[in-house]
């Protein structure tokens, strides 16, 4: 269950988030099974994260800090993932259909055979689209 105080943070805007992080560095981050659909997260830092289970689907997470976050059985259909860092990040059992995924940092990711990856699309907004069915292309 994800952590209230941690919510109302996020709440309060990315730029609120970023600066409680920084002041903050060693607090483990809990939004687990958090409805975070449609939101502008763009940017944030959720670098070592607990976002399992929570629910990213039609998001914005372009230039966010997802190095080791965990994203167990997280939605993220049709986010935009663009210049996001995915370093190290477990992706195990997480959906990821329809996913905008150009200019992505993405190394040593975590995936399984519960791993569901479709159509990312992998062109900038103003190219032709593009897609692949898995990150580690």
């Known amino acids: ?7 109302k943070i ?5 730029a609120a988030w970023n600066e409680w992080r920084g002041k903050n560095p060693d607090i483990k981050v809990d939004l687990e099974g958090t409805n975070l659909r449609w939101k502008d997260l763009s940017g944030a830092d959720l670098d070592e994260a607990n976002l399992s289970g929570a629910d990213l689907s039609h998001g914005y997470l ?8 965990d994203l167990r059985g ?22 990821l259909t329809g996913s905008r995924v150009y200019g992505a940092s993405v190394w040593g990711i975590k995936v399984n055979d519960g791993t569901e ?18 990150l580690k292309v």
């Open 74 to 95: 997280a939605k993220l259909n049709q986010v935009n993932l663009t210049g996001a860092q995915l370093i190290k990040t477990d992706l195990r059992d997480a959906t």
């Open 117 to 134: 990856q479709k159509n990312l699309i992998i062109t900038d907004d103003n190219e032709p689209i593009i897609t692949v069915d898995n």
């Open 10 to 14: 996020l709440r309060r805007g990315v």
């Open 1 to 7: 269950m994800a952590n209230e105080e941690h919510l």
């Open 62 to 69: 372009i230039g966010t800090y997802l190095e080791e976050a």
